[in-house]
């Protein structure tokens, strides 16, 4: 009884002791209030379909996975082990393992910042013009027009805020 006790002593005053420093209501509480705190994320994907409403709009999309850099390098060495190259192509490498699509309200005021796109339907007229502004009823018609140039080939880098959408930002692509 007496091993016993020297065994488990020890481990009660641990219980004990953690459950004094802890809360169930949690320790580390914002001082602000959640109309305040902006939950907001970032995610690249394709987008499918673009519908515009009055209040903004709605994105379908195909989330993928996007690297640059030493981290593409990385990412396609574990992918691609039997490609026969030492990296991805243009610096860049796409994982898109999941096909399923995901819808995203977008506000009124969404920022749609595009790098290439038709501007005068002539073939030769369309050259790359980085962080170009444009509306969301504008980014609606070139999903429209796709006979010189396909924005949906190209991903896009949203930013989620509240659930909304609030910025699109085209990647270019060579």
């Known amino acids: 009884m007496r091993k016993l006790m020297t065994v488990l002593l020890p481990i009660f005053l641990v219980v004990v002791m953690?459950?004094?420093t802890t809360s169930s209501s949690g320790a580390a509480k914002s001082d602000k209030s959640p109309d305040v705190v902006r939950e907001s994320q970032n995610l690249t994907v394709y987008i499918d379909q673009l519908?515009?409403?009055p209040d903004g709009g709605v994105l379908t999309v195909d989330p993928i996975e996007w690297y640059s850099g030493k981290e593409a390098e990385d990412v396609f060495a574990k992918m691609e082990p039997d490609a026969g190259i030492d990296g991805p192509p243009d610096g860049y490498y796409i994982v898109n393992e999941d096909d399923r699509l995901e819808r995203y309200p977008?506000?009124?005021?969404?920022?749609?910042?595009m790098q290439i796109y038709d501007h005068t339907g002539n073939p030769e007229d369309v050259d790359i013009s980085w962080n170009e502004q444009i509306s969301l009823e504008k980014l609606f018609s070139l999903f429209q027009n796709t006979g010189?140039?396909?924005?949906?080939?190209?991903?896009y880098h949203l930013t989620i805020e509240n659930g909304q959408v609030t910025s699109i930002v085209q990647q270019y692509v060579p």
């Open 148 to 155: 010189v140039l396909d924005v949906r080939e190209f991903p």
């Open 51 to 53: 519908e515009l409403r």
């Open 18 to 20: 953690s459950s004094l």
């Open 106 to 113: 977008v506000a009124a005021n969404a920022q749609v910042l």
